[in-house]
């Protein structure tokens, strides 16, 4: 039975888990894949720290919004002519409140005999010279499966947060949800009134929005009820997508992110295969007939097991990647901890923490589309 110092175990444990942590692509071993998750964090921004808010300064407003109309307008003069001037005042600030999130395992020394591993708590390490090369990212058994798990855990928890509005935990980090909104004529995002705001508010195909419009029809300018997808008149979704892409650009966007659920994507191939399916090759010599992957403008819309999980598979998604963004503080994202162990147990604790948050920059650029 090998006998691991502790200095030496927390070796071990530790580069293990940075390689399960970082395996290949990001979260290879995860069992379901989490395209969300792996978008935002390979493009993640940071910040230092020191302040409790991540601050974006945005802007939609012009003029003289104290007293529109009276100075801030384009006149006429002649001569002599008293004119006016305004002094401009209105940049606005989006605040997002970084958060932290921990994950963390112990194990036992007991359990960990059953792996074939002693640990001693003194700092000798001698004789570890025979523990320093494959057993530094493999270690089979017990130890191996708790920090694979952990690893995948992670993922699991932060795919879900990503995609949610916060409301189950005001500690975590608020998702996708809390940006994208099913109704966006109303609420406070980022300490923004999306009632005085119009400009701060995404688009929206669903339940919720359908019922404000019908309550105020001029909310129809930001979407409506749920789409029914038919293949009639060139399909209802894709005339939906050439509609919204003239929408979501017209303040700058240029959406290139797409997520659906099964059901939303399954309803648009059909469309797609009953208006025609061209290509310059046609059909393959294997006779494919798979439908390939669905562009419109750029975007590729890609499938997120994730929604349907949630009970959105008849949803999705489509904005502008450089709009909405995780801004993770510098060093503390995935940031690993080796805890000392109690001194009255002998136990051995290993942890994740992420701090940061989903932020946006822009909102007018995004989609929320359901079907029926």
Same mark, same amino acid.
């Given at each position: 039975?090998?006998?691991?110092?502790?200095? &030496?175990?927390?070796?071990?444990?530790?580069?293990?888990?940075?390689?399960?942590?970082?395996?290949?692509?990001?979260?290879?071993?995860?069992?379901?894949?989490?395209?969300?998750?792996?978008?935002?964090?390979?493009?993640?921004?940071?910040?230092?720290?020191?302040?409790?808010?991540?601050?974006?300064?945005?802007?939609?407003?012009?003029?003289?919004?104290?007293?529109?109309?009276?100075?801030?307008?384009?006149?006429?003069?002649?001569?002599?002519?008293?004119?006016?001037?305004?002094?401009?005042?209105?940049?606005?600030?989006?605040?997002?409140?970084?958060?932290?999130?921990?994950?963390?395992?112990?194990?036992?020394?007991?359990?960990?005999?059953?792996?074939?591993?002693?640990?001693?708590?003194?700092?000798?390490?001698?004789?570890?010279?025979?523990?320093?090369?494959?057993?530094?990212?493999?270690?089979?058994? &017990?130890?191996?499966?708790?920090?694979?798990?952990?690893?995948?855990?992670?993922?699991?928890?932060?795919?879900?947060?990503?995609?949610?509005?916060?409301?189950?935990?005001?500690?975590?980090?608020?998702?996708?949800?809390?940006?994208?909104?099913?109704?966006?004529?109303?609420?406070?995002?980022?300490?923004?009134?999306?009632?005085?705001?119009?400009?701060?508010?995404?688009?929206?195909?669903?339940?919720?929005?359908?019922?404000?419009?019908?309550?105020?029809?001029?909310?129809?300018?930001?979407?409506?009820?749920?789409?029914?997808?038919?293949?009639?008149?060139?399909?209802?979704?894709?005339?939906?997508?050439?509609?919204?892409?003239?929408? &979501?650009?017209?303040?700058?966007?240029?959406?290139?992110?797409?997520?659906?659920?099964?059901?939303?994507?399954?309803?648009?191939?059909?469309?797609?295969?009953?208006?025609?399916?061209?290509?310059?090759?046609?059909?393959?010599?294997?006779?494919?007939?798979?439908?390939?992957?669905?562009?419109?403008?750029?975007?590729?819309?890609?499938?997120?097991?994730?929604?349907?999980?949630?009970?959105?598979?008849?949803?999705?998604?489509?904005?502008?990647?450089?709009?909405?963004?995780?801004?993770?503080?510098?060093?503390?994202?995935?940031?690993?901890?080796?805890?000392?162990?109690?001194?009255?147990?002998?136990?051995?604790?290993?942890?994740?923490?992420?701090?940061?948050?989903?932020?946006?920059?822009? &909102?007018?650029?995004?989609?929320?589309?359901?079907?029926?």
């Amino acid at each position: 039975m090998p006998t691991y110092s502790a200095p &030496l175990l927390a070796h071990i444990t530790t580069a293990a888990l940075d390689y399960w942590m970082n395996k290949g692509t990001a979260f290879q071993e995860a069992i379901q894949e989490k395209p969300l998750l792996a978008a935002m964090e390979s493009k993640k921004k940071t910040f230092p720290g020191g302040k409790g808010n991540i601050i974006i300064s945005v802007k939609g407003d012009f003029g003289n919004t104290a007293a529109p109309g009276t100075d801030d307008q384009l006149k006429g003069y002649q001569l002599d002519d008293a004119v006016t001037y305004y002094t401009p005042a209105n940049l606005t600030q989006a605040v997002f409140p970084w958060k932290e999130m921990h994950i963390g395992i112990m194990l036992t020394h007991s359990e960990l005999k059953t792996d074939g591993i002693t640990v001693k708590d003194s700092g000798d390490m001698d004789d570890t010279s025979e523990h320093s090369g494959r057993d530094d990212t493999v270690l089979v058994g &017990l130890l191996q499966d708790a920090l694979q798990d952990v690893s995948e855990q992670y993922a699991r928890c932060m795919n879900n947060l990503l995609w949610t509005n916060g409301a189950t935990d005001a500690k975590a980090l608020a998702g996708m949800a809390a940006l994208i909104t099913d109704d966006p004529s109303t609420g406070i995002v980022a300490g923004i009134n999306r009632a005085q705001k119009p400009w701060w508010r995404n688009r929206a195909y669903t339940s919720a929005m359908g019922t404000a419009v019908t309550g105020t029809p001029a909310l129809s300018a930001w979407g409506g009820g749920p789409i029914t997808s038919s293949a009639a008149n060139g399909g209802a979704l894709i005339t939906l997508l050439q509609k919204e892409y003239r929408q &979501l650009t017209r303040y700058g966007a240029k959406p290139n992110t797409g997520f659906c659920g099964s059901d939303w994507l399954a309803a648009l191939e059909a469309e797609l295969r009953a208006n025609g399916n061209y290509s310059m090759q046609g059909f393959s010599g294997a006779k494919d007939v798979s439908v390939g992957q669905i562009s419109y403008a750029g975007t590729d819309f890609e499938y997120d097991p994730t929604l349907d999980q949630l009970g959105k598979s008849k949803r999705c998604y489509w904005y502008d990647s450089r709009d909405i963004y995780l801004v993770a503080m510098q060093d503390e994202w995935r940031h690993q901890h080796s805890p000392d162990r109690a001194p009255d147990k002998y136990v051995i604790y290993r942890s994740i923490t992420s701090t940061g948050q989903l932020c946006a920059r822009r &909102l007018n650029g995004a989609v929320v589309m359901d079907i029926v």
